[in-house]
């Protein structure tokens, strides 16, 4: 059973910066190394949404429109870990963010990932 944990979330002003960190249990290297990864987020009364997500071997990253060039998403298949480098946040950044994934290609939607961390709460301020 795989088990994904995020870490990094808390508050922070408009302007400044995060790192969420996802770790992943269950898996060994060379299978975490099968799998691609996500960053999906979901505000209070907002559908999940796609945030940014990477290939297998960390050579092709993806991005919502929203997040474009301020967030950097970056896995080490060493550590079984993919993170998530959030500058210049905005307010309507505010949700919890969770890290999913699948075996295989990488896809913008949420129902095509296997497994789910519990979720970080990020919290912007003006």
């Known amino acids: 059973q795989v088990q994904l944990v995020e870490s990094g979330g808390g508050l922070v002003q408009a302007g400044g910066s995060l790192r969420l960190s996802c770790a992943a249990s269950?898996?060994?290297?060379?299978?975490?190394?099968?799998?691609?990864m996500g960053w999906f987020r979901q505000a209070p009364g907002s559908e999940r949404e796609f945030v940014s997500a990477?290939?297998?071997?960390?050579?092709?990253?993806y991005y919502a429109y929203s997040v474009k060039d301020r967030f950097t998403i970056s896995r080490d298949n060493a550590k079984n870990s993919v993170y998530l480098q959030m500058n210049s946040l905005k307010p309507e950044d505010t949700a919890v963010y969770y890290c999913?994934?699948?075996?295989?290609?990488?896809?913008?939607?949420?129902?095509?990932?296997?497994?789910w961390g519990q979720g970080t709460q990020v919290t912007v301020s003006t």
């Open positions: 999913a994934t699948k075996r295989g290609t990488v896809r913008s939607t949420a129902n095509a990932y296997d497994y």
């Open positions: 269950g898996r060994t290297s060379s299978t975490f190394a099968l799998d691609a």
């Open positions: 990477i290939n297998r071997s960390g050579g092709s990253t």
